[in-house]
């Protein structure tokens, strides 16, 4: 696509196109925290909302990569496209362990219809959640039918992560009991699909009571969608069809079909947006070392922290 004057037409255009190369580059200004990052997302955001987010959670080493990369061969075999971010540190789709890397991708090859991205887990001052949430966003504008995004569900920001997605999966192993308190309690009860993998080993079906144990304290109502605990074998692909299927059935589930979860998540969007703009203002109108000055003096008790907070945001909105 060029634009009349010859010139290459913006990299927003590319990336609406599906242009692999557009949307590698636009993830990375994104990433990276640009200038032109808001510019961009500004651009594509009026063609988003179309791709399906899958967030996959789960401890370290619980096959949630292997289990990724079955469930994408399973999505590419009904012809949809799919955007693959792996927030996971120890993934072997991110830096680092360059070989998995490529031995992970190499099952994609040369597939169009997919695309892995890993993020680094580090270094992203407005939070690594706002830097996964915007690089669904590229992948949903670049025409990504359905996104997976795998994180480790072990920090509030992997919570965050997960929880903005349109559907949230948890993969546990057998033979752990402790494996359930290993994770965020919270990430328990955000699941929508419980998966057991690894159940090629002993204790499978224990796992999997267990946890159903741990969901029946829960109270569901008639109209709720009750998740399911699947057992699956990641390494064979045993289980990874019903897991798929799964998923669609939670999609077309009727408790699914308002808007109420995109809401919450575009709330929480916001809400971080404008706090990270917040604290960026304050940055600039509050006179230098006051809010150390303000620290100290809650610090020796001279000060509460209410009355603090309120000095702080009375001379920053006086100064808007
Ligand atoms: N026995 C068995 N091993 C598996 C299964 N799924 C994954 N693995 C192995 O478990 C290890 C960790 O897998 P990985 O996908 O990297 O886990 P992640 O850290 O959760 O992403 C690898 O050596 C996998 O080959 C499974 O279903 N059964
Ligand atoms: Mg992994």
Redesign the pocket.
Known sequence: MTSPAGTPAPLADRVLTGDPRALARAISLVEDESPVAASLIHDLFPHTGRAYLIGVT????????????RLVAEIRSGGLSVGVI?V?P???FTGGAIL?DRLRMASHFGDPGVFIRSMATRGHLGGLARATSDVALVMDAAGRDIVVI?T?GVGQDEVDIVRSADISIV?L?PGTGDDVQAIKAGVMEIADIFVV?????DGANRAVESIAANLSLQAFGPEDWHPPVLK?????G?GVPELWASIQAFRAHPSQQGSTRRQARHEWRLRELVAAAFARHLERVLPTGEFDRLVQAVTARTLDPYTAAARIVEQAVGAI
């Open positions: 789960g401890p370290p080493g619980a096959g949630k990569s292997t289990l990724v990369d792996a996971d120890t993934s072997p998995g795998e480790v993969t192993v993998n690894k159940a090629d080993r699956t074998v990641a390494s064979s045993d």
